[in-house]
């Protein structure tokens, strides 16, 4: 049995180590926002992606929750510091082969060829963004985007399961 010299396992090491440590979340926030100073919020009503309704309610349990984790608690529209906007982001997904295997011949600049056809489907997949706006500025201050996808083949448990694990991701990283 052939052992891998001590460099090779090093980098495989390493390279094993940062791919378990890929957050399942993209954050991001508006520099020099000051996020500690919001106590109440308010959500935004939905209006972007009307048959994704089902996912949209749990979207907004998962994230009453963690808002109150986080301190804020629910205001009207009009007193609150911060409006939460969340939404499904349509991503399409090509699922199949793009090997294409094609021949041919020529003689005397006549030609004749022929190739195979790719063949797969698309698929849709739904990412879940959650935004923070500033009441009185009305600009976005935090964003958060779910890595995972959401797909319409999934049960209702495991879609409420996935989309309270992603705001629960989420807001591990919110101050």
Same mark, same amino acid.
């Given at each position: 049995?052939? &052992? #891998? @010299? ?5 980098? #495989?090491? !390493? ?11 993209? /954050? ?14 308010? %959500? ?6 009307? @048959? &994704? ?12 929750? $963690? ?17 939460? =906007?969340? %939404?499904?982001?349509?991503?399409? *997904?090509?699922?199949? +082969?793009? #090997?294409?295997?094609?021949?041919? %011949?020529?003689?005397?600049? /006549? ?16 990412? #879940? ?8 500025? =009305?600009?976005?201050?935090?964003? $958060? !985007? +779910? ?10 448990? &495991? *879609?409420?399961?996935? /989309?309270? =694990? ?5 807001? =591990?990283?919110?101050?």
């Amino acid at each position: 049995m052939q &052992r #891998l @010299p001590i460099p090779a396992l090093l980098v #495989l090491t !390493t390279a094993l180590l940062l791919s378990a440590c890929v957050s399942p979340v993209v /954050i991001d926030s508006q520099s020099g926002a000051d996020l500690q100073q919001y106590r109440t919020y308010a %959500f935004v009503p939905q209006d972007e992606d009307k @048959p &994704r309704e089902l996912d949209d309610q749990r979207a907004q349990a998962a994230l009453k929750q $963690a808002l109150a984790a986080k301190g804020l608690s629910a205001a009207p529209p009009d007193q609150a510091d911060v409006q939460v =906007k969340h %939404f499904f982001k349509r991503e399409q *997904r090509f699922d199949g +082969s793009t #090997l294409q295997f094609g021949f041919g %011949f020529t003689r005397n600049n /006549i030609g004749l060829g022929a190739s195979t056809p790719t063949e797969g489907e698309i698929s849709e997949e739904y990412k #879940l963004v959650v935004q923070l706006i500033d009441q009185q500025s =009305k600009d976005v201050v935090w964003q $958060a !985007t +779910s890595r995972d996808e959401l797909h319409d083949d999934m049960s209702s448990e &495991r *879609r409420s399961a996935h /989309i309270e =694990k992603a705001v629960e991701d989420m807001f =591990k990283r919110y101050p």
